[in-house]
């Protein structure tokens, strides 16, 4: 698992570290059952504050990309299905294309309902 980190870059870390991860998990790099490192252990060595990687793992739980299994740790969640792991990767792709454009997260989101919704109008 190789994640690093832009202090200049205006996506924060948090997101950052949440991208980087589900790209790697979206095209295999961290397969289903992967023990991923404790969350003090990635911000020491990113060097960021425990809180900012816990955000990012909390966001990938969310989404189903990870679970946490208590004192066990932090695993690659099984059971996606082709759907999800195809749009996985062209949400990774967005959110780096958005991250290159400088466009905010909150914008590039913003962008992403208003498709969606157009989407759900359309049916």
Known sequence: ????????????????VRGRLAE??????LPVGTRL?????LAEELGLAV???ARAYRELEAAGLLETRG????????????AVDRLQRVAAG???EAA???VAPDAALALVRAALDAARRAE
């Not at 790697?24 to 790099?29: V, Y």
């Not at 490192?37 to 252990?41: A, E, H, K, L, S």
């Not at 004192?71 to 082709?82: I, K, N």
């Open 71 to 82: 004192r066990h740790g932090t695993f690659v969640a099984p059971g996606r299905d082709d």
């Open 51 to 53: 809180n900012t990687v």
């Open 24 to 29: 790697q998990i979206g095209d295999g790099r």
């Open 1 to 16: 698992m190789r994640i690093t980190v832009d202090p200049a870059s205006p996506v924060p870390p948090y997101e950052q």
């Open 94 to 96: 967005y959110a780096a």
């Open 37 to 41: 490192p404790t969350v003090r252990r």
């Open 100 to 102: 290159r454009l400088g």
